[in-house]
């Protein structure tokens, strides 16, 4: 009888003036509690009665319970949860935390405590990551990032995943995001390279193949070429196969029946000028179109036989039809301000 009133009282000890129990753990006061109890369940009736302290007993349960039901709240801390709504669990978790008196907090595990702090500051630390993220992917004047065929997806993962990641944000979190405008520009830019990155690679597999016409391989050049040449700057730096591109231009037979015409210098000639027009963006448009007018008017002075050695004649002929759309554009500006002008002037008068 001794022995179980000591052991009762045992349970407690005293730490400046506040009470906690012995046991450093939920399992190990369970474990004690419940070898109490079967030494009681050993008694008589009437010598039950006579055990002391069994408030102690009945406090140290009740305490047991109130914990495992804490710990049990942190089911609800998935790991597949929003930072938002962890942010929010972690809230309720924390109220009924800080409802438990100084022993029954002793009796929650560590972990549960880290895990609880880790989910209230699920947000912040995503801000963080965003950020750090976001600033890996944007730059000032180029994109800080060297894509290839192995890493491109990954990239457009990533991307596409940080867009989503801001989307569940809330307000007050998505305003501390820096960046997110360029990076949803990266993300059209992505998509515009991609379809490019997929012409040249297209381009490529067609010259290797045996047997393609030279008139289908020159049409899928121009076209690939002039599609390459009305993306940005920012968009041509992600297009990762353009320099092999670039550099395997169609290979066009020429017959010449054994004879070499006179100008097949100046051929050869014009034809390195007009490799030269293959980046329109090293020029002014002026410029460019004064470089096209040369080309042309060098190209008709040559002999038919000539004509062949010019492989690449069909740059020329892009860059032409370039010239005549930027011009129509912008005389259709022209004569929209023209009209602009008149209908003020019809008001003032």
Not at 51 to 72: P, R
Not at 115 to 132: D, F, G, K, P, V
Request: glycine share 2%; hydrophobic share 35%.
């Amino acid at each position: 009888m001794r022995r179980l009133n000591q052991a009762i009282i045992n349970l407690l000890s005293y730490e400046h003036s506040l009470v906690k129990y012995v046991a450093s753990d939920i399992d190990s006061l369970q474990e004690a509690v419940k070898t109490i109890e079967a030494d009681i369940e050993k008694l008589s009736q009437s010598y039950r009665a006579a055990v002391q302290n069994q408030a102690i007993l009945t406090e140290a349960k009740s305490d047991i319970k109130k914990v495992e039901q804490l710990i049990k709240s942190f089911d609800k801390l998935a790991t597949n949860l929003t930072p938002n709504k962890q942010v929010t669990t972690a809230k309720s978790i924390r109220t009924a935390y800080e409802k438990l008196t100084y022993k029954q907090l002793k009796l929650v595990p560590d972990v549960y405590v880290q895990r609880l702090t880790t989910a209230e500051r699920a947000e912040e630390s995503q801000i963080i990551n965003l950020n750090n993220v976001i600033d890996s992917y944007i730059g000032d004047d180029v994109y800080p990032f060297d894509p290839s065929a192995s890493s491109w997806q990954s990239h457009v993962n990533n991307v596409n995943q940080i867009i989503k990641e801001y989307k569940s944000l809330t307000k007050a979190s998505a305003a501390q995001i820096i960046g997110y405008d360029n990076l949803v520009t990266l993300q059209k830019d992505l998509k515009a390279a991609e379809k490019v990155i997929k012409d040249m690679d297209a381009y490529q597999k067609l010259s290797a193949t045996t047997g393609v016409t030279e008139s289908k391989l020159n049409s899928s050049y121009t076209s690939t070429l002039k599609a390459y040449n009305k993306l940005t700057n920012l968009q041509q730096s992600l297009v990762y196969n353009a320099d092999e591109f670039l550099l395997n231009t169609p290979k066009i037979s020429v017959d010449g029946n054994g004879k070499v015409p006179t100008d097949k210098a100046a051929a050869e000639a014009l034809k390195a000028d007009i490799a030269k027009l293959a980046d329109v963006t090293k020029y002014s448009f002026n410029q460019l179109e004064t470089a096209v007018n040369t080309a042309s008017e060098s190209y008709k002075k040559l002999s038919s036989a000539a004509r062949k050695y010019v492989t690449n004649y069909y740059l020329l002929t892009a860059a032409n039809k370039d010239i005549t759309g930027v011009k129509s554009f912008y005389k259709k500006i022209q004569t929209a301000r023209e009209e602009t002008d008149a209908a003020k002037k019809a008001k003032k008068n």
